[in-house]
């Protein structure tokens, strides 16, 4: 799990790097290619302190940041399968006790879950839109 301060310290150094997109662009030296990034009006990268130390970095801040985007992923899946899982329960409940006075249900476990359920569902919408 990443901490704060290590999402922040990647946040920052975004901020500051040059705004994108940015292309490599190969160039001849004695006898093998060496890469100069610049940025969309044909500037070199290189020569900025704040891109030296995004480029610098990119390295282990996009696995970290590819771990931690699998990790909730995964959380999220478990808590929708726990959700559903719940729910089904809560209804199987509501059906075998149905002659037992059990007409306050909805105001109950399913409902509950059925509200967090619809909160899933919108979450879900709204990360579709980004």
């Known amino acids: 799990m990443m901490t704060r301060e290590e999402i922040e310290a990647i946040r920052e150094r975004a901020e500051k790097a ?3 997109p940015w292309r490599a662009v190969p160039t001849k030296m004695d006898c093998f290619d060496i890469y100069d990034v610049y940025d ?35 959380k999220w899946q478990r808590l929708r399968e726990y959700v559903d899982d719940r729910r089904g329960k809560a209804f199987e409940d509501h059906d075998a006790s149905e ?17 967090v359920q619809d909160m899933i569902h919108a979450l879900e919408r709204e990360g579709d839109e980004c």
């Open 99 to 115: 002659g037992n006075g059990s007409r306050y249900f909805y105001g109950g476990r399913s409902s509950a879950f059925t509200n």
């Open 40 to 74: 969309k009006l044909d500037r070199s990268l290189i020569h900025r302190e704040e891109d030296a130390e995004f480029i610098a970095h990119a390295r282990e801040d996009i696995p970290k940041l590819l771990a931690e985007n699998e990790r909730l992923h995964t």
């Open 18 to 20: 040059t705004e994108g």
